[in-house]
């Protein structure tokens, strides 16, 4: 018998309406390795597919949230790869995370540190326990938080908090991250899961349409995902006109349509 399949360090569970996405590599504070990158985008794609999922609790396993992309996968790429793969990959994961049509609820149970927060940035929704500490150390390591860590970072967080954070290597407390809107809620430590399902609960009980367009209706206004927002707008309308029915049966039947 062969042995199995080892289990992948992005776990998706679904209970109730809510998809709990969670880092499961707690002995490395959930560093995010390449093979973790691409499994968070498969993951976001099978979420996005699945209808029981209502709303997606982001949490990691153990002490932190996450510490950031590996520095020991990242260090032994080449110049060329990082830029090729590595940034590029991580870019195509949190793009399908932030865009998810589900709204996302990030749980900072832990530190959330480089790439961790960036991936929290993802989040429509950040609830901090107190006792954890938010930053950008990447610079002191001679790199870029390049993860849009100066992008989407900037967008929802502001571009002087990210200066404060990336530039000059201020870490901030939950308290200090909730009063630059960097979190949306702190709580003592051991209550942001609990926090995340009453919050979840709430989403639930909204219009599930209504809370999917209102969402990316305001991605679209951030900037978030202008093109892709607009068409899909425009092609459910279109898609509800006769027009396509009539279309398509022109189609199959190997006539010209008669749109009159
Ligand atoms: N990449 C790879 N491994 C990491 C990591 C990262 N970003 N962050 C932590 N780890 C590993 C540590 O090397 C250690 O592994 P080991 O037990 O095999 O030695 C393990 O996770 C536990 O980390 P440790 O440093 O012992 O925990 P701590 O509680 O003393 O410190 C931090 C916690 C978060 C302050 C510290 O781990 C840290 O500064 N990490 C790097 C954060 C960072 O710079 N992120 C940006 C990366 S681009």
């Given at each position: 018998?062969?042995d ?5 360090l ?7 309406a ?11 504070l959930?560093?995010l390795?390449?093979?973790?990158v691409?499994?968070l985008?498969?993951r976001?794609?099978?979420i996005?597919?699945?209808?029981d999922?209502?709303?997606v609790i982001?949490?990691g396993e153990?002490?932190?949230?996450c ?7 990242w260090?032994?790429?080449s110049p060329?790869?990082f ?11 949190f793009?399908?995370?932030?865009r ?15 790439g ?20 950008q150390?990447?610079t002191?390591?001679?790199?870029i ?12 967080f502001?571009?002087?908090n ?7 290597g201020?870490?901030?407390?939950a308290e200090?991250?909730?009063?630059k ?8 430590q051991?209550q942001?899961?609990?926090?995340a399902q ?11 349409r209504?809370?999917?367009l209102?969402?990316m ?5 951030e900037?978030?995902?202008t ?6 707008f ?19 039947a190997?006539?010209k349509?008669?749109?009159s």
């Open positions: 018998m062969s199995p399949a080892p289990p992948s992005i776990d998706l569970r679904v209970e109730g809510i998809g709990y996405l969670r880092l499961n590599r707690p002995d490395k959930n560093a390795t390449a093979e973790m691409g499994d985008h498969h976001c794609y099978e996005e597919r699945r209808d999922i209502r709303v982001l949490s153990g002490k932190a949230f510490a950031g992309g590996d520095i020991e996968a260090s032994d790429e060329e790869a830029g090729r793969h590595w940034v590029r990959d991580g870019h195509a994961a793009d399908a995370l932030a998810l049509r589900q709204p996302l609820i990030a749980v900072l149970d832990g530190h959330a540190l480089g961790g927060l960036e991936l929290a940035a993802c989040a429509d929704y950040r609830i901090a326990e107190s006792h954890i500490k938010i930053g150390p990447e002191g390591l001679g790199i938080p390049g993860w849009s860590g100066t992008q989407r970072a900037v967008r929802r502001g571009a002087q990210v200066r404060q954070m990336a530039v000059m201020v870490v901030f407390t200090q991250a909730l009063g809107g960097i979190v949306d809620r702190v709580v003592e051991g942001a899961m609990a926090a009453a919050v979840a609960q709430q989403v639930i009980a909204r219009g599930p209504a809370t999917e209102t969402k209706a305001v991605n679209a206004a900037g978030e995902e093109e892709r927002v607009i068409e899909a425009v092609g459910s309308i279109a898609a509800a006109s006769p027009e396509l029915a009539e279309g398509l049966a022109a189609f199959r190997k006539r349509p008669d749109f």
